[in-house]
């Protein structure tokens, strides 16, 4: 792997630093060049544009093993190079489930396509399938709580108890979300009205499956992490709970940008799980300051499968090549700071998960870097994206500021919206 030199850095404290990469790590920071630092294979100007660690996503769907019409490892890693993020941890629903040591083990061989660095969450089927694993050093363990009863979740809380891992969970009630659905299936107009998705799996599902979760939590002494919380009632309970609980919440952008009035415009393809809400629920920037990490919940489907009707219709959209640009017009408009940023996508996803040597531009730490422009502005737009996912509620939003370059260990895997080869590494 050949030397990199990168000079003439911003940070986000608008300090002006040279950054000296060697074999893949951060050498040295340094405020001056020397001649006897220059003997590298590469030197990169930057030209006064900012640096930031590399963007950590801990929360994608890859959709491969099993449903690679909708994604795959190579297609999922361009659009992460491509939005700014050098490492991201991939949820256990693929086909089969991650859920045995055979069926994660095939996973971490096939991401072995990925161009940026990964983990993997696991699922939890039996103890001894939990523990077989947890040899395999997931980055977790995940729950979709809307899929089990109360008895299941009770011993599947108790099998991740005999692991040193953090808990992943979605959070919305079985048994509530069943009923929701049943009632309003009986209004065949319902079938066309999208907007009722969003009050089948009301903001209520989210709070009773929370509240469950904090219970359990507590009961096997878990470190839990909850994924797209969407309401800011969730939010005040989980306040209080975290004086008795190693509790972190992530949120996503669909859910801070968008309120379930966008179903008018854009209709089903705005679908997703947790749906989302209203003005008397969501959450917004201005909440961000309560939540640990942001994380897109990247699933992307094919076309087909978003334009169906309300309950037919595949649930999740593509958030990995829109996000920053959202989050940076954030930033330009002063309802975010860079600093927010770095906290939210950077510092503490690789605390969370306990990544190491990443999350932060530091001496000995993985050159993983992201190049931003805060000058830059446009259009969001399908056209140039790597998902498979071609469609984003999104769509012609006017953003300002962007990522530009992507690094990955010392080596540039995305400039200028071009993405190119490069090999990632399992992160544990």
Known sequence: MGNLILKNCKTIDNNTINIIIENGKIKEIK???????????????????????????????????????????????????????????????????????????????????????????????????????????????????????????????????????????????????????????????????????????????????????????????????????????????????????????????????????????YGVKAKTNPPLRDSNYNITISNLNEFDSIGTDHAPHTIEEKEKDTWSSAAGIPGLETSMKLLLTEVNNNNLTLHDIVRLMCNNPAKIFKIPNKGKIEKEYDADIT??????????STENTYTKGKYTPFENRPYHGSNIMTINRGTVICENDEVYEHNGKYIY
């Open 371 to 380: 190049v931003i422009d805060m000058k830059e502005t446009g259009k969001i």
């Open 31 to 265: 405020k001056t060049i020397l001649p006897s630092d220059t003997a590298t294979d590469k030197t990169i100007d930057i030209k006064d544009k900012i640096v930031i660690p590399g963007l950590i996503d801990p929360h994608v769907h890859f959709r491969d093993p099993g449903l690679t019409h909708k994604e795959t490892w190579k297609t999922g890693s361009q659009a992460a190079a491509h939005g700014g993020y050098t490492t991201v941890i991939d949820m256990p629903n693929t086909i089969p489930k991650t859920d045995t040591l055979k069926n994660f083990q095939e996973k971490k061989e096939i991401a072995q396509k990925s161009i940026v660095d990964f983990g993997l969450q696991a699922g939890v089927k039996t103890e001894q399938d939990v523990l077989e694993i947890n040899k395999e050093k997931p980055a977790s363990y995940k729950i979709f709580m809307d899929l089990h009863t109360n008895e299941q979740l009770d011993k599947m809380f108790s099998y991740v108890g005999k692991t040193d891992k953090p808990l992943c969970l979605h959070c919305e009630d079985k048994t509530l979300v069943d009923y929701n659905i049943k009632r309003l299936k009986e209004d065949p107009e319902n079938k066309e009205k999208i907007i009722t998705y969003s009050y089948a799996r009301s903001p209520l599902t989210e709070l009773i499956a929370v509240n469950r979760a904090i219970e359990l939590g507590k009961k096997y002494n878990l470190q839990l992490h909850l994924c797209h919380i969407s309401t800011r009632q969730t939010l005040e309970l989980i306040h209080e709970a975290r004086e008795k609980l190693n509790i972190t919440i992530e949120a996503t952008p669909h859910h801070l940008f968008l309120e379930n009035n966008v179903y008018e415009t």
